[in-house]
Each structure stands twice: as C-alpha cells, then as structure tokens.
C-alpha cells in the first residue's frame, strides 16, 4: 500500500475550518484514501474515505486533487473535543485481509479555544 | 451501529503469566478482525490479521507463540500474551471490518476502545 505524508502537528482556532493535509504521490489507481482519528487513550475513529471524488459525510469533507496525489480533510467549525492525531492511510479495499490499515505517525491538531 | 467492545479495559499482571484479551463486535458480523499495539506516543502498529475459523496471519517480528490469536466466532476473536514480560506493556487495540452492509469494498473498519496493559 502507498505511503502517506502529513505534518507532524497543526493548530486550529475553536470554531474555525481545520484543514489537514495529506500527500500520497506513489498512490495507486485502486487505492482508497482513508481518514481515522486517534483521540488520546481511545480507538481510533473512522472519519471518511474516497477514491477520487471528493466526499462529505456528517464529521467531514474529504477534497482529492485531480492527480489523487494529495487530498485535504476538512473539520469545517473545531471544537475542543476534535483535538486528536489524525491519520491518513490509502490502500487497497478488496475487503477481507487486504482490509488491514497501516498507521504512519499522523498530525496531532491540537484546537486551541 | 458498528460497536467494537474490548475486555478488560486495563489489565495489571506479573511477570511470567497470561492474560486474555476479548475484542466482540457487538451489532455486527466481522469476518475479519486486526490486533494492533501502541506504545506511548507512538503511532498502532499492526499484529494480526484473523480470520473466523482459520488461522492468524502475523505481520513480521510478531511472535505468533507468544502471541496467540483465537477467532472462534464472527463476533469474537481473544488475544492472548503468553509469558507476558515488562516489555510487552502497551496499549492493544482491536478492530473489525464489517463483513457486509450492502456496500460491497467499503470495508471500514470499526475499532475497540483498546485494553492497557501493565506488567509488573
């Protein structure tokens, strides 16, 4: 599965967008991108994935660029309780085995009141 | 929906003995359940994948003698950290990866709230 590139941390103003980026250049035609989030001391939270369009469900949007090199999750109003590492994986999603996610280190966004 | 429970929630043992670790997914039927461990401000690392009724597929460098995986039913799989020493203190997690929900490849996968695990 391809590798993912995120920034170790970010900021985020309490009600602002939070925006979190993620570069996945070696990304292949049937890999997903898939975003989890880690709030400390608990399982991570499964937040969104796509495949190449871009996607909005209750928590987040997820923006893919057109080469899928790269995509952008968006909080649009943070608050406190979204402080967490947030983690981008791709991978395949044939289900069963190939299921398997392999965290890299995330970004810790830390929402600042 | 899509609930994953972990039993017990933190565990304290000496060393030299067992403990079991329980991951069920309450609401749903998993075919396929992950064992992840996670040492203090480190990202999951990824152990096992089982599969009901067969045998654990361990990723590389994990002991599969040491770390025994069961996965007798499609809502429960047990972790078991045989000889447990002070080294393998972490933070284990579980997951499960709903077997299906009419959205065929949307496999997400829905995880435990982890069991932390302290040897003496």
């Known amino acids: 599965d391809a590798k993912t590139t995120q920034p170790t941390s970010m900021d985020c103003a309490e009600g602002r967008a939070a925006n979190l980026p993620c570069n996945h250049s070696?990304?292949?035609?049937?890999?997903?991108v898939y975003w989890y989030r880690q709030i400390h001391s608990q399982g991570p939270q499964y937040i969104i994935h796509g495949l190449k369009n871009n996607e909005t469900n209750e928590m987040a949007s997820l923006i893919i660029t057109e080469d899928r090199k790269s995509s952008t999750l968006i909080l649009p109003h943070a608050t406190l309780r979204d402080t967490a590492v947030y983690y981008c994986i791709v991978r395949r999603n044939y289900g069963g085995a190939t299921n398997k996610l392999i965290f890299g280190t995330g970004t810790l966004l830390a929402v600042q009141p | 929906g899509a609930v994953v429970s972990q039993h017990p929630s933190r565990v304290i043992c000496k060393s030299g003995t067992s403990v079991k670790i329980e991951c069920r997914s309450l609401?749903?039927?998993?075919?396929?359940m992950f064992w992840y461990r996670q040492f203090p401000k480190k990202s999951l690392m990824l152990m096992a994948t089982s599969n009901e009724g067969s045998k654990a597929t361990y990723e590389q460098g994990v002991e599969k003698d040491k770390f025994l995986i069961n996965h007798a039913s499609l809502t429960l799989s047990t972790l078991t950290v045989t000889s447990a020493h002070p080294e393998d203190s972490s933070f284990y997690i579980c997951?499960?990866?709903?077997?299906?929900?009419?959205?065929?490849?949307?496999?997400?996968?829905?995880f435990g709230p982890g069991t932390r695990l302290t040897v003496l």
């Open positions: 997951s499960a990866s709903i077997r299906d929900r009419g959205l065929a490849f949307h496999n997400e996968q829905f």
């Open positions: 070696t990304i292949s035609g049937n890999e997903y």
């Open positions: 609401d749903f039927q998993a075919t396929t």
